[in-house]
């Protein structure tokens, strides 16, 4: 069995910064790619960011120089900072990873879900 474990989702006002943290754990044997995508009511999920295992990283397109990922391959965590967050930017934000399983498997793997909430 494989877990991806989110923290550091909440509510923050706007122009402010909050971190995200992914944890995963399990039979893994390795991860080629961890990192976030999100989804706000009404809209299709999206991508925020990821960052493969050779440290290559790909953002949306809205991101624009405000989040940083981050990942520690051996500890088999990732990172999501965020700056200069906008109410636009309120969101569930699942982890997703990309991996092989001690069994051998390739495939995907998703979070339960962090909520991110940009408010005044």
């Known amino acids: 069995q494989v877990q991806l474990v989110e923290s550091g989702g909440g509510l923050v006002q706007p122009g402010g910064s909050l971190t995200l943290s992914c944890a995963a754990s399990g039979s893994i044997l390795s991860i080629s790619t961890m990192g976030w995508f999100r989804q706000a009511p009404g809209k299709q999920r999206e991508l925020v960011a990821v960052?493969?295992?050779?440290?290559?990283?790909n953002y949306g397109d809205f991101v624009k120089g405000r989040f940083t990922i981050s990942s520690d391959n051996a500890k088999k965590l990732a990172f999501l900072q965020m700056n200069s967050l906008k109410p636009e930017d309120t969101a569930v934000y699942y982890c997703f990873a990309a991996l092989r399983t001690t069994a051998g498997h390739q495939t995907g793997y998703w979070g339960q879900g962090t909520q991110v909430t940009v408010s005044a």
């Open positions: 960052v493969s295992s050779d440290g290559s990283t």
